[in-house]
């Protein structure tokens, strides 16, 4: 069956299911109301899964802060004993050495993507590809609970086996077409081999592509294919796509000036080894001095580390909530209690979240850092302290109302 006919107007599946599916190729919906049993079922899953994530979280954030203490002193070592040489001969003498160059990088054959046919001047050519995919959107709870699904570009597969209501919403599966990279391993500054280096750069631009690599798309056997807004387009009319087309954009790390830092070997520069076992290989567009591209890597570690730190409190906090699943679930059903009791689940996870967070972090850094531990522990403390009081001082206000 094609895509434009995988609609239907009002009626009921197979699960007796109300659904509704746009003509148009909008959105397509299916109501599947839940009933008591199903929710209260989910919400025992509920607590399987905060038992997991709880662990996993702390294991996040325990595990985040050895590797931003090793890489920070890693690259502190390597600030040390970096040297700065020239371009102008390479000194085998300085092979297995962390050494700095900088200077104007170029490439004599570029790079090229042979599947495409695409070819130029450049240091790293960005392949990146999307699919047209049908998505599933999971919305509301209970009788209120509906699925919607909507056909959407995507960068990666989307598993539609795993779909609530399946049928008439199958993607292909796996990509014919995947994004890839290539590098122009010739690249040099001045006598310098850089190849291996540039691969690191991420200051790239747009780029159009012509209509000559049409033919390589064609002996590819990758379907019908033609030019479209800068790139291909694969799989027929991009004015009505349909599930299974592809669209396919480059980019291009133009040749330049760069500057890296990294570990001479006879082929050019890679990663560097400190004592501590973290490897780093530094690449920035532009000139840049050892100093500066040791404090923006610096910098990048920390903003990492933070980020990181987020995502591993929001999991906890995520953990600790489902937990309390079924006692949201069941306090649902009676008018205002659901809400009250919905908001204190919240501050529960959140006062739980501000003790086990910190706490671990602190754990973590007694083998790093044993005083920067103490003072993270002693706001743990504080933090934990000022729930206790807000919740005694809670108490005493109701029991000074009166009877």
Sequence with gaps: MSDDNNYSEFGLDNNDNQSFSAPDGGEDVHAAP?????????????????????????????????????????????????????????????????????????????????????????????????????????????????????????????????????????NPGNFNIRN??????????????VGLAAQSLTDSREFTVGANGLDAVRRANLGPAQTYNGGYYIGGNPNNPQIGHYKVSFKLVPEGKASFVGKQTPDGIDAYRAKNGREFLLAQSGTKTTDEMFEKAQDDNATLTWILRGVGLLVLFIGFSALFAPVTLLASYVP???????????????????????????????????????????????????????????????AQQPA
């Design 34 to 170: 839940q009933g008591f049993m199903e929710r209260l079922s989910n919400s025992f899953g509920s607590i399987i899964a905060g038992l997991v994530m709880i662990p996993l979280a702390c294991w996040g954030l325990f595990w985040n802060e050895g590797r931003a203490v090793k890489t920070a002193r890693a690259l502190t070592e390597g600030q040390s004993i970096v040297q700065a040489i020239g371009t102008d001969r390479i000194d085998r003498a300085l092979d297995g050495k962390l050494i700095h160059v900088s200077g104007e990088v170029k490439s004599a054959e570029g790079v090229a993507d042979p599947l495409f046919g695409v070819k130029t001047s450049g240091l790293k050519l960005i392949r990146h590809v999307e699919q047209y995919q049908w998505v599933e959107k999971e919305s509301g709870s209970g009788q209120d609970r509906k699925f919607t699904y909507s056909r959407e570009w995507r960068d990666r597969p989307v598993d539609s086996s795993r779909f609530k209501f399946p049928q008439g919403h199958q």
């Design 180 to 193: 890839e990279s290539f590098a122009a391993k010739d690249a040099k500054i001045g006598v310098y081999p």
């Design 336 to 398: 205002i209690l659901g809400s009250l009791v919905s908001g204190a689940v919240g501050l529960v996870a959140a006062a739980a979240t501000a003790i086990v967070g910190p706490s671990v972090i602190a754990i973590a850094w007694f083998a790093y850092r044993p005083i920067v531990s103490i003072a993270v522990l002693a706001i743990g403390a504080a933090i934990a302290f000022g729930f206790r009081q807000l919740r005694l001082r809670r108490q005493a206000g109701m």
